[in-house]
């Protein structure tokens, strides 16, 4: 792809330099991420674009807790500076970003939204998040299937005892479920099969009955309940996705389409961390110095 210059006016750039923009443009993803109309997205927010069917950008947003309520955990006051404010919106589920684990439906949700003098941006969670301190990065988070696990039977049993030898290393854990694979159409979790306990160091796996197949060779997965309904996989909380690109200006969110213009390559130059939202290190390189789905953008905390 072709790349031209941006010039910069104005006396608080986020770049070390000029670096490359994307011709051509892409407009803001309004269809999966919620934003404010009037606010502004800040240049260097990471963004992740598509290309097909249509040019859109989403945003990793993220923000840095300042404090948290004494009285009620669930008031979270976030950062303000600058440069930039956060771009949260009421309805936005969030976790601590290198603690993102568990069913979405259980990530916290923004309830409320208050701006005060002096540059407050507080927010107020429908559930505390566990452990959080200031000084943390909250970070939006999705709705993700997650991965099917499957354990592939090696060894056959004795008449009782139901320990079968399976695949090492796996996702299961007493209490769990397992059914054989592939899963038949419409089978009922009531029909599921209790993990009693699993070793993940040797793949000694003691289950609470046994499978209907259970020759070695034959294959057991892990299932979820959906409803009365047995079902390979679940709604779990994620990132939106690794950012590929930064945005390149400060973007005001339209009441239609938000054109948006994003940076591909840093070139010699590179992007001031202190200016920008909280970069969470699941975005970032092994060495912590370019983005881990782009190393074309660079980064740096010095300080201009």
Do not use: W
Not at 183 to 208: C, F, P, Q, R, W
Request: proline residues 5%.
């Amino acid at each position: 792809m072709k790349r031209k210059k941006y010039s910069f006016s104005g006396s608080r750039p986020v770049f070390t330099g000029s670096p490359a923009i994307v011709p051509g443009g892409f407009n803001l993803d309004v269809t999966n991420q919620n934003f404010a109309v009037g606010s502004t997205i800040p240049a260097g927010s990471l963004a992740i674009t598509e290309e097909e069917p249509v040019r859109t950008v989403k945003i990793v947003k993220t923000a840095e807790v300042v404090s948290i309520d004494s009285n009620d955990a669930k008031i979270v006051n976030l950062k303000v500076s600058d440069y930039f404010e956060p771009i949260f919106v009421v309805g936005d589920s969030v976790l601590k970003a290198g603690a993102i684990s568990g069913l979405f439906s259980a990530a916290p949700t923004i309830t409320h939204i208050k701006r005060t003098p002096g540059g407050v941006f507080q927010i107020t969670l429908s559930a505390t998040i566990s452990g959080l301190q200031v000084g943390d990065v909250l970070e939006q988070v999705v709705s993700a299937a997650s991965a099917e696990v499957v354990a592939g039977i090696l060894t056959s049993h004795g008449d009782s005892d139901h320990i079968y030898m399976v695949t090492p290393g796996l996702d299961l854990n007493a209490g769990d479920k397992v059914m054989n694979y592939p899963l038949a159409e419409g089978a009922l979790i009531a029909s599921a099969i209790a993990v009693t306990s699993y070793d993940k160091l040797t793949g000694k796996l003691v289950l609470a009955s046994d499978p209907t197949d259970d020759d070695a060779g034959d294959a057991l997965i892990k299932v979820f309940a959906d409803g009365t309904k047995a079902v390979t996989s679940q709604a779990v909380a994620a990132e939106i996705g690794k950012a590929n690109r930064v945005t390149i200006t400060d973007t005001v969110v339209s009441e239609f389409e938000t054109p948006i213009d994003v940076c591909e390559d840093t070139m010699q130059y590179a992007l001031f961390e202190n200016r920008v939202a909280p970069i969470p290190a699941s975005q970032k390189d092994a060495s912590g110095e370019h983005l881990a789905a782009n190393p074309h953008v660079r980064l740096t905390k010095a300080f201009a």
